[in-house]
């Protein structure tokens, strides 16, 4: 079963991050299994309109700037008559929404269930239950969640947690893990020192990722062990704290900071070193640990969220939230490293290369589609009375927006009519190879040519450049 699927989020490429990597890589493969895939987010700079990535993944960049945290202002409303323009002419039949913190991707599922559509979420993120903002987000996530038609989470753990925050049956939560490519995270021994023992972070310097918890490790270890150096690649608010470590304790030599690394440098960082450190506080699943693990470092990380469930008890050191647990579990790393008794790096490879792949979490993802299709459509009396359900005076006021916003969709239908909005022309492409290639293609609708502004990983014949650039002139005039 062939399905039209729109990704929504907030966080999508150019940023980059672990959000941004998931819904490229599941869109490729989906686009390889014979799926239409389109993706919608906001606009990054001058990045606005339409935009064709690798394998002809077309990006709608809305005209709505970021207003905190790389999301959109909330407004609702506002977002109705350009989204319900899209889904129409991109003729989608499954709108799945990334994130719990993208506005955009809860107000896309709210117009899409509103237009009579089926939404699947995917939950990447843990929240608490105590304070504030997570009060405030698990609300609208219940709010968002109340009639969708599945969700998707990375963990068990993650799944307990969004079952729990968004007040939902069970039975309507898949998981599916996260996934590496293997054939860009690859072991390379011949970029380790051989005196040194590295360390390795890679990692937002935020507080979530316990830069705290680095800021006090990083001393007590350079104190005890002289061989060995910190390389730590990443940026955030908390790099002004390390970076005052190392200058109180005169660490400059033996603790270098990279700053923001591309992530098609992530490889290149990891084989220079021995050990990696995630000290996160909460984590649903954290690819990093996954790919510092394919290019053969030992893996020490704090034992919060869905970590314990990603690598086999031999290949990760599990330690308490805490500048001593780490500290002793960087001990045991050490002790293993100089000792020479961890796995060979090709073995490691070898072991894990084949376990999260992008293809598995695809077939997987392909499936909640084919199990949603033949969902019964709910009646405006069964969406609120869904929303009912949200809390007594929280419920009341879901329905008033859901009952506003069906209004404003019934008067956009009569004002400007389905028959009057073009649909975008299907455009036959050659098939695509067995992977998701790199994030590397980057094609703008607005040139006369296509033209990849990185390097090109796959050819792109002059008949499918033209048909692109037609069917883009088309979407242009129409809009």
């Not at 999508?12 to 990597?21: K, W």
């Not at 207003?67 to 319900?84: E, H, S, V």
Request: hydrophobic share 40%; net charge neutral.
């Amino acid at each position: 079963m062939k399905h039209n699927v729109c990704m929504v989020s907030d966080f999508f490429f150019p940023n980059t991050g672990g959000v941004e990597s998931h819904i490229y890589q599941l869109s490729q493969c989906l686009l390889q299994r014979g799926h239409k895939v389109i993706v919608i987010t906001h606009a990054y700079g001058e990045r606005t309109g339409i935009r064709y990535l690798t394998n002809y993944l077309k990006v709608y960049y809305l005209p709505f700037g970021p207003f905190y945290n790389q999301c959109i202002l909330p407004t609702l409303f506002t977002t109705l008559p350009l989204i319900r323009n899209i889904l129409i002419r991109e003729n989608i039949t499954i709108v799945h929404g990334h994130s719990s913190f993208s506005t955009m991707a809860h107000e896309a599922m709210f117009h899409a269930k509103t237009m009579g559509l089926k939404t699947v979420f995917t939950d990447h993120s843990l929240f608490g239950f105590a304070d504030a903002s997570s009060i405030l987000t698990n609300a609208i996530l219940q709010f968002s969640l109340a009639d969708v038609n599945h969700v998707i989470c990375v963990s068990h753990t993650s799944k307990e947690n969004t079952v729990l925050r968004a007040s939902m049956p069970p039975r309507l939560v898949s998981v599916i893990s996260n996934a590496v490519d293997p054939t860009v995270f690859k072991p390379d021994t011949s970029k380790r020192r051989r005196d040194r023992i590295t360390i390795v972070v890679v990692s937002r310097l935020v507080y979530r990722k316990g830069m705290d918890l680095l800021a006090g490790i990083i001393p007590i270890i350079c104190q005890a062990h002289s061989d060995v150096d910190f390389l730590i690649g990443g940026d955030g608010p908390k790099r002004i704290d390390i970076e005052e470590v190392r200058e109180k304790h005169q660490l400059q030599e033996r603790v270098t900071m990279l700053g923001a690394v591309e992530h098609s440098n992530v490889q290149n960082v990891l084989n220079q070193g021995d050990i990696f450190i995630n000290a996160s506080l909460t984590e649903a699943f954290c690819i990093a640990i996954v790919e510092a693990t394919l290019c053969g470092l030992q893996v020490v990380s704090t034992k919060v969220g869905g970590v314990p469930e990603v690598l086999p008890p031999d290949l990760i050191i599990l330690t308490e939230p805490s500048v001593k647990g780490i500290v002793n579990a960087l001990e045991k790393a050490i002790e293993r490293h100089r000792q020479g008794s961890y796995h060979s790096p090709e073995e490691v490879y070898h072991r894990m290369a084949n376990v999260y792949t992008w293809q598995n979490v695809a077939e997987r993802t392909e499936r909640v589609y084919d199990s949603i299709v033949d969902d019964p459509k709910l009646s405006v009396g069964e969406r609120l009375h869904c929303y009912s359900k949200c809390g007594i005076w929280a419920g009341k006021f879901f329905i008033l927006i859901a009952a506003i916003n069906f209004i404003l969709y019934c008067f956009l239908e009569w004002f400007l009519p389905r028959t009057g909005i073009d649909m975008v022309p299907e455009v036959p492409l050659s098939s695509a190879s067995t992977r998701a290639p790199s994030l590397v293609d980057d094609y703008d609708s607005d040139e006369t040519r296509a033209v990849p502004t990185h390097s090109v990983t796959r050819r792109v014949t002059r008949s499918q450049t033209r048909r692109v650039r037609e069917g883009s002139r088309t979407e242009h005039a129409s809009s």
